[in-house]
């Protein structure tokens, strides 16, 4: 891609990750990261109790090796096959409600950060015109926007000229590289 702030592996999943943190982070010694991972082990049928030990050693290791690192980490996004939601959903429940309070109890500077919101209506249901037209997990380009503007809320980042978030996901973010050192990784 030719962005050396990015890396991205598709189709990964929580426990492929540990490489990348354990030689990225220390390379890179970033000030942020943004992290959003989990779909892909709920669409290869990994359990939720899976999930919960996985990401909880993933940030304790992104901890460990970068203890002054801010962690930014999102819930997954709605699939559009419901049959996941109830996965999706208790997932982000564990995330929000339990890991990063628990995080922060330890003196850890994490922020949860609600992608899943963005992407339900009122009644709770996917916004399928948020999502790309054959892919019932991705977002298409103006999902991606709406991811960026939630990670430059989150980060209480004054929003970019909107001509950097045109394109495709989540580019506006390359705006942050001229304030902070930070590594993005996408997995899709």
Do not use: K
């Amino acid at each position: 891609m030719g962005d050396p702030y990015h890396d991205g592996f598709p189709g990964c999943w929580i426990n492929n990750l540990t490489v990348p943190v354990a030689s990225d982070l220390p390379f890179y010694q970033p000030d942020d990261v943004l992290l959003q991972v989990g779909i892909n082990d709920i669409l290869n049928g990994r359990t939720i109790s899976d999930l919960q030990t996985d990401i909880t050693g993933l940030v304790n290791q992104i901890f460990s090796t970068e203890p002054t690192v801010h962690l930014y980490l999102a819930s997954i996004l709605p699939n559009l096959n419901l049959s996941l939601d109830p996965e999706v959903q208790a997932y982000n429940n564990y995330i929000s409600s339990t890991l990063v309070p628990d995080q922060q109890a330890l003196g850890r500077n994490i922020t949860f950060v609600d992608q899943y919101a963005n992407f339900v209506d009122g009644a709770g249901a996917p916004i399928s015109s948020l999502y790309d037209v054959n892919d019932p997990t991705h977002p298409n380009a103006a999902g991606y926007l709406l991811m960026a503007n939630t990670w430059f809320d989150a980060m209480a980042v004054p929003e970019p000229a909107s001509a950097i978030l045109t394109g495709l996901g989540g580019i506006g973010l390359v705006a942050l590289m001229a304030r902070r050192r930070f590594v993005r990784h996408s997995y899709r």
